[in-house]
């Protein structure tokens, strides 16, 4: 069993960072890749950035990627995603997700994860 809870939301204005930060509970968080997702009103939830067990492998969607970094910190039971460069098009929901896989790949189906976390709101002014 796998606890998240995010934290790190808020309004910004386009063109500033901000940085998610997801806590993490349960004796399984090593064994488990992480994901970051995102949901805006009216559309279905889309990934946006994975990375493995290890941190050997990360994975992140076209629409972030150079923006977007995704890291965990495992002696912290801690995942980040460190977000620059915002545009009001990544005004979302932010999630964090947890898959209990030891494996080197990630992956970015939402279907794949077992764990979710409450999200927390960005907005991005424009």
């Known amino acids: 069993q796998v606890q998240l809870v995010e934290s790190g939301g808020g309004l910004v204005q386009a063109g500033d960072s901000l940085r998610l930060s997801c806590a993490a509970s349960?004796?399984?968080?090593?064994?488990?890749?992480m994901g970051w997702f995102r949901q805006a009103p009216g559309k279905e939830r889309e990934f946006v950035a994975a990375?493995?067990?290890?941190?050997?492998?990360?994975a992140y969607a076209d629409s972030v990627k150079g923006r977007f970094t995704i890291s965990r910190d495992n002696a912290k039971n801690m995942v980040y995603l460190q977000m620059s460069s915002l545009k009001p098009e990544d005004t979302a929901v932010y999630y964090c997700?947890?898959?209990?896989?030891?494996?080197?790949?990630?992956?970015?189906?939402?279907?794949?994860?077992?764990?979710w976390g409450q999200g927390t709101q960005v907005t991005v002014s424009s």
């Open positions: 997700a947890a898959q209990l896989s030891l494996s080197t790949a990630v992956v970015g189906s939402p279907t794949e994860y077992d764990y």
């Open positions: 349960g004796r399984t968080f090593r064994s488990c890749a």
């Open positions: 990375i493995s067990w290890s941190s050997g492998s990360t």
